[in-house]
């Protein structure tokens, strides 16, 4: 079966391009053009993927990815016009896998697509094989557990978002080790990632905010300057 794009662009005829190029591709195509019709379509057609662009009519593009992310991790690719730092790491923020700046050419758009299926399917892949090795973890006062993707400090349930529990758990089963941002990127969010280290240090941050009893002066999570991070539990 052809996997599912959700292409959400206001601009018609960029859409209609989108939609031409991915189709061609063999991709199943379908197109929301503002932001209440973009949760709308993804809560039904539940897309393999979503190119999500910021500016749309009504609510733009970071509140649409936020509210997908509470209920789904489908990879969002999010098209933005400026090349702006802040727009790419509020996208990153609030739950976007990868970015890419308008104008852009076709081919990098369905190698970036392309690489974040196939990742999604390689992490879909590890889950079920994993799903029978599945690991309960106790620090002290703060319990991973696996199976349920469930994460506890002192008996209450902490909220996470998928990427934040995926770090934590790699860092639970490295305890004590030292482990460069590349590395964290490259197990966490796939060989092919197209972002920077900025990521990691991002849901390091959030991490730290939740499962720390002060997170500006972390005991869990420990910073080495050129290094990386080093998880003591």
């Known amino acids: 079966m052809a996997e599912k794009i959700l292409v959400v662009e206001d601009d018609l005829t960029l859409q209609e391009t989108l939609v031409y190029n991915l189709t061609h591709q063999g991709y199943t195509v379908v197109t929301a053009s503002d932001g209440n019709s973009a949760v709308d379509t993804t809560k039904k057609e539940k897309p393999d993927l979503i190119l999500l662009d910021i500016m749309l009519p009504g609510m733009d593009g970071f509140e649409v ?13 999010m098209l933005t016009a400026r090349d702006d730092e802040i727009d790419r ?9 990868d970015y890419l700046t308008k104008p852009f050419s076709m081919r990098e758009l369905i190698a970036r697509v392309k690489a974040l299926l196939r990742r999604a399917r390689i992490i879909q892949e590890d889950q079920q094989f994993q799903s029978t090795q599945k690991k309960h973890f106790v620090f002290d006062d703060l319990s991973i557990d696996q199976v349920r993707r469930e994460v506890k400090v002192k008996d209450r349930i902490i ?27 490259k197990t966490v969010w796939g060989w092919d990632y197209f972002g920077d280290s900025r990521t990691v240090d991002v849901h390091v941050r959030w991490l730290r905010e939740k499962i720390e009893v002060d997170p500006a002066d972390p005991q ?9 991070y080093r998880f003591d539990g």
Request: hydrophobic share 45%; charged share 30%; net charge positive.
């Open 159 to 185: 909220d996470l978002r998928p990427k934040e529990l995926d770090l934590l758990i790699y860092f639970a089963e490295n305890k004590g080790q030292v482990l460069s941002r590349e590395q964290i990127l």
């Open 65 to 77: 990815c936020r509210i997908i992310r509470k209920e789904l991790n489908t990879p969002i690719l």
């Open 220 to 228: 869990r999570i420990i910073t080495l300057r050129s290094a990386g």
């Open 89 to 97: 790491v509020v996208g990153l923020e609030v739950g976007a896998d």
